[in-house]
């Protein structure tokens, strides 16, 4: 097992290499349940789409195929957890991008405990390539999903109804967030947060979704603006991890090596570490107070089956 150090003018942390994951992916998509994670679909070494599911057992350092879900094999889909239960669905199939069926609008409910799955009401809009969730309660925020355009379109959905409701969360044409694809996010202590992407070029926007209403602006993640990031979150902190970097349409873009600690009571940011590879295209997902990172692609645009584990 090896051991990356790492130290910045920040602080310092330990990045501690796991085992490998069995199957080398890109774009899928991680969600954690009872202290185990599960990563879900996304696209192997030769650009096959896949529909598969796999589990990472911290304690055991061990990973188990679970089996092939009732989706089409897709990449980017979206997931959040709600009492114990995961609700996931949408992404990107192939084909043209002008193509409705490429932008499945399927959302499923899967309980891990019985590994069973149950169809529930479609997302309201086709833009679902790589849209970001957040669980609040027994509600679900889901939007800024791709498709032809950049969007911030965002959606409720009430568990206890099967249904789904547009949210003005008061941003004008030109306004606060800005629109934009490839973004990340996620829900610390309450905080939900979201931001980077792209739009003309790589972003580096952060804000906070309050009360399911509106967004409200808080500290740009610091560094090189990104896109195709991936990030989790502790009990106390954000992680904003790795991610590429376009500094324009015409520009091939930079993988990002970076680690970013975002303090939500505080409203600010740390460099805590460089990863041990620069990865885009990622999962990154956090258990027992720690975050976990791997798969994606990195510099050479291969596709990894790498896990670390960052420990402080």
């Known amino acids: ?180 694809f490839g973004g990340t996010g996620c829900t610390c202590g309450g905080h939900h947060l979201m931001g980077t992407g792209y739009y003309r070029q790589s972003l580096n926007w952060w804000a906070e979704l309050v009360d399911g209403t509106h967004w409200e602006r808080r500290a740009d993640v610091p560094g090189r603006a990104r896109t195709l990031a991936a990030s989790a979150a502790t009990d106390q902190y954000v992680y904003v991890c790795g991610g590429i970097h376009y500094g324009g349409m015409n520009t091939s873009g930079d993988v990002l090596e970076d680690i970013r600690r975002y303090d939500p009571d505080t409203d600010t940011w740390k460099w805590v570490a460089v990863m041990p590879q620069g990865l885009c295209n990622h999962v990154c997902f956090a258990v027992g107070g720690k975050v976990y990172l791997g798969l994606g692609e990195n510099v050479e645009w291969h596709v990894s089956n790498s896990l670390f584990c960052i420990e402080e």
């Not at 950049?150 to 044409?173: K, L, Q």
């Open 1 to 180: 097992m090896a051991l990356f150090s790492c130290q910045r003018p920040d602080m310092t942390v330990t990045i501690r290499e796991c085992a490998p994951a069995p199957v080398a992916r890109a774009c899928a998509t991680a969600f954690v349940v009872d202290g185990q994670a599960y990563v879900f679909a996304g696209r192997d070494s030769v650009g096959k789409l896949h529909n598969d599911l796999w589990r990472y057992t911290p304690s055991t350092d061990k990973w188990e195929n679970v089996g092939t879900s009732p989706m089409t094999p897709r990449v980017n889909a979206t997931a959040c957890v709600c009492n114990n239960k995961v609700y996931i669905g949408l992404g990107y199939c192939g084909g043209s991008i002008y193509d409705t069926l490429s932008y499945p609008n399927d959302w499923w409910e899967y309980t891990p405990h019985t590994d069973s799955w149950k169809q529930l009401a479609s997302y309201p809009t086709h833009n679902t390539d790589r849209a970001t969730s957040f669980s609040a309660r027994n509600e679900l925020y889901v939007g800024y999903g791709f498709k032809e355009g950049y969007r911030r379109d965002m959606f409720r959905y009430t568990i206890a109804d099967d249904r789904w409701d547009s949210i003005d969360v008061g941003v004008s044409m030109y306004g606060f967030p800005t629109r934009s």
